[in-house]
């Protein structure tokens, strides 16, 4: 009956946690969040609240709990260093050492990374630390993305026809991420398909999961501005429907070379999840980023499915000994919707951004599965953030009955709150097909 500890206080690590607590191992979870989760709280027989900086405070937590190892949420302590303090007091952990989590917390070392060993996937890109020569540079691209080479919860990259349309607002961007960030990365535009591949990883073993398409944009028909993510769906064969075989083998081998060029690069293996951010195109799977840990909202679409010990999975990992581990997952749709304040994603001043701090009610959310995020529970009940509340997500035997299954539990949710209505629906996978189709010719 091992000490887990967890890290991290979202819907992801709520999925995570609970995945945790279904194991055969009889686990005792020990959980540090940097906000009360009431989720987490209810499966952990004990909890901690501080700041994901604080590693001394995460090490004496772990030790006075004689935790056997760790398993590490979000991006924020990976990048803080939390499994290097871990590790020289005997506590190891699922997740990357700060020099590997570089996957994720550099844009700039993943894509030089990628070059460097030749692996497919990358876009033409240029790093720059001045503006001198990114004029020139965006005058030869046709489509641009421009992105911060740093963190930026997923809301930083910058899309040409999305967030500016002339060459002209891009070097104006290019000045203002330079000033804030100190490094750019300046690429090409792909015109496909984005697919989020979440793989297990133990240095040397990659084990794919069923794939998922997560949506950031923060309205219906993908408008607005981008989110942490707004939700996202998978279906039973672990495809997607605007995907060839090929696609998925081609996004496992780019992490498998990667896996393999981390290790010789840094010397040390890469053990967590390795999640890749691919776009199908008509040229083959491009890589747009890789995360250091499960996505959020993806995590919830593939944890519940999971037949696997979790448990066992994450002591695979820690032992380098994935290879000897069949990893299944139930044949199952998934839809996950978030509920978030009315104001998520709307400029300051604006009606509804007033949502966030307000009191929230939920309800019998039926056949759905429940995974809080950033709510504060205090004692007259929850209450918003000014982030994502709640993750809803319907599991079925098709993406149309888990997609009903959502749409109830969306609605248990009372206060001023909204969720995007056409996640999983068929004219938006409809539409994804088509554009595939027309691509490839």
């Known amino acids: 009956m091992p000490n887990i500890l967890l890290i991290g206080n979202g819907a992801r690590e709520h999925a995570m946690a609970e995945a945790i607590m279904r194991s055969g191992k009889k686990p005792f979870l020990f959980s540090y969040m940097k906000a009360n989760n009431p989720g987490i709280a209810a499966l952990s027989v004990k909890t901690k609240i501080g700041g994901y900086s604080d590693l001394e405070a995460i090490v004496l937590f772990a030790r006075e709990n004689k ?3 760790a398993v590490i949420g979000p991006e924020d302590p990976l990048n803080n260093g939390v499994v290097d303090a871990l590790t020289p007091a005997g506590i190891p952990a699922v997740g990357p050492t700060k020099s590997l989590a570089r996957l994720e917390t ?7 990374l990628v070059a460097k060993y030749n692996i497919p996937g990358n876009p033409q890109f240029k790093v720059f630390t001045s503006l001198e020569g990114v004029e020139e540079f965006l005058n030869s691209l046709d489509g641009i ?3 911060p080479d740093g963190l930026t919860g997923g809301k930083g990259v910058l899309v040409q026809g999305d967030h500016f349309t002339s ?8 000045r203002q991420i330079l000033t804030g960030s100190g490094s750019l990365i300046v ?8 697919f989020s591949l979440q793989c297990l990883c133990d240095g040397k073993t990659v084990a794919g999961t069923p794939l998922v398409q997560d949506h950031k944009r923060r309205f219906d028909g993908d408008r607005g501005p ?20 090929s696609d998925i083998e081609e ?6 070379q990667v896996t393999a060029a981390l290790l010789k690069e840094t010397g040390s293996p890469y053990k967590g999840v390795m999640y890749g951010g691919f776009i199908a195109t008509k040229n083959g799977v491009k890589l747009l980023e890789y995360n250091a840990r499960f996505g959020d909202p993806e995590a919830m679409n593939i944890l519940p499915l999971l037949k696997t010990d979790f448990v066992e999975i994450c002591k695979h990992i820690i032992a380098g000994t994935l290879d000897r581990l069949k990893i299944e997952f139930e044949k199952k749709a998934t839809v996950c919707k978030y509920v978030v304040p009315k104001g998520y994603g709307l400029p300051a001043g604006h009606p509804d951004a007033a949502s966030s701090k307000a009191k929230i009610e939920v309800g019998d959310v039926g056949k759905a599965r429940l995974y809080y995020s950033s709510v504060d529970k205090k004692e007259d009940g929850l209450y918003l953030s000014s982030s994502r509340a709640i993750g809803i997500v319907g599991i079925a035997d098709t993406l149309d009955a888990a997609r009903r299954i959502t749409a109830k539990g969306v609605k248990a949710v009372k206060g001023p709150v909204a969720y995007r209505e056409d996640i ?15 691509i490839r010719g």
């Open 67 to 69: 935790i056997e190892f």
């Open 106 to 112: 550099s844009k700039s070392f993943t894509r030089n």
């Open 145 to 147: 993305v421009l992105k």
């Open 167 to 174: 060459r002209q607002e891009a070097l104006d961007l290019c």
């Open 187 to 194: 690429e090409e535009k792909f015109d496909g398909e984005e």
């Open 226 to 245: 981008n989110t942490g993510g707004m939700g996202s769906y998978s279906f039973p064969d672990h495809s997607l429907p605007f995907l060839k075989p």
């Open 251 to 256: 996004g496992l081998e780019i992490t498998r």
């Open 424 to 438: 999983g629906t068929d004219a938006l996978i409809q539409k994804r097909i088509e554009h595939m189709k027309k």
